[in-house]
Each structure stands twice: as structure tokens, then as C-alpha cells.
């Protein structure tokens, strides 16, 4: 099992990272431009699973009007199922809570069983599908969302 040394708040000097994890996990990635402009944003958080100085994991979000949008979620093979995403999704959980946030968004890949149990594990809970939401391949997205306290 893998070992997260530190899970902490994304900077500057993560872009490169979190760009590499983009690549390895989605077939659209966000450029290293478009994640240090959203680093630079307030609107958006992100946070790092790192294991020594290599990050293992992301996740990023953006919040406004009280809702939070989990825009990705990013582990790399060799952590996978070992926990780093589950981290990852109660820190960010936490900062939501901490901020007031009353509902969490995110939408998943029909196909994505696996990311969707972590998510349902986490207390989220199905409530839409976005037809053809995904391409490269087209698929339809499940919108989940987590109501909090």
C-alpha cells in the first residue's frame, strides 16, 4: 500500500505534476496554462497527494454561489486503490464545509464504476446524466452531487 506522506494545498511548483497526471488519466487534459491560471484564481482549489516530492494526486475545484464543482479528480496507476483518492476527496469535503459550501457537483463517466463508487462512498449520490458530456470516446456523464450540512 501506498503511503501519502503529505496531502496538502496545490502551487506553482505542482503545475508540472498535475499537467503529467492530466496526461496519464484523461483524454482531454488541461494545459499547464489553463492549471497555473486556475491556481492563480480564487475561485478555484486544488490539493495534492504527495508521497516524498512526487504527487501521486490532485483534485481541483472551483466554487461559487455556495456550490462547489469538482472540475478533476487524479491519481496515478501505481497509487490507485490504495486510498489517495479517498484522501483527496475528504480534504476537499473539509475545505467545503469550511467555506460554507452547501452542495458539491461533479460529473463522472458512465463507464467510470470504479470512480463512481469512490464517489457514492463519500456520499454523493447520482441525480443526473449529461447525454455525450465526455468525448474522445462520447460518452454520457453522471452528474453527482453531495449536499452537506
Not at 476527496?89 to 460529473?107: D, F, G, Q, W, Y
Request: proline content about 3%.
Amino acid at each position: 500500500m501506498i503511503r501519502i506522506q503529505k496531502l496538502s494545498a496545490a502551487d506553482v511548483g505542482h503545475v508540472a505534476a498535475i499537467a503529467a497526471l492530466e496526461l496519464e488519466c484523461f483524454s482531454e487534459p488541461w494545459s499547464e496554462a489553463a492549471i497555473a491560471d486556475s491556481l492563480l484564481n480564487p475561485l478555484y482549489t486544488f490539493f495534492v497527494a504527495l508521497r516524498g516530492n512526487d504527487v501521486v494526486g490532485y483534485v481541483g475545484s472551483f466554487t461559487v454561489a455556495g456550490e462547489m464543482q469538482i472540475t478533476n479528480v487524479a491519481v496515478t496507476a501505481s497509487a490507485r486503490r490504495q486510498g489517495v483518492g479517498g484522501a483527496l476527496i475528504r480534504a476537499l469535503i473539509e475545505e467545503a464545509v469550511s467555506c460554507s459550501v452547501e452542495t458539491v457537483t461533479l460529473e463522472v463517466r458512465a463507464s467510470n464504476r470504479a470512480a463512481a463508487a469512490l464517489y457514492e462512498k463519500h456520499g454523493f449520490s447520482a441525480v443526473g446524466l449529461r447525454k455525450n458530456f465526455y468525448s474522445h470516446p462520447v460518452e454520457d456523464g453522471i452528474l453527482m452531487t453531495l449536499t452537506l450540512p
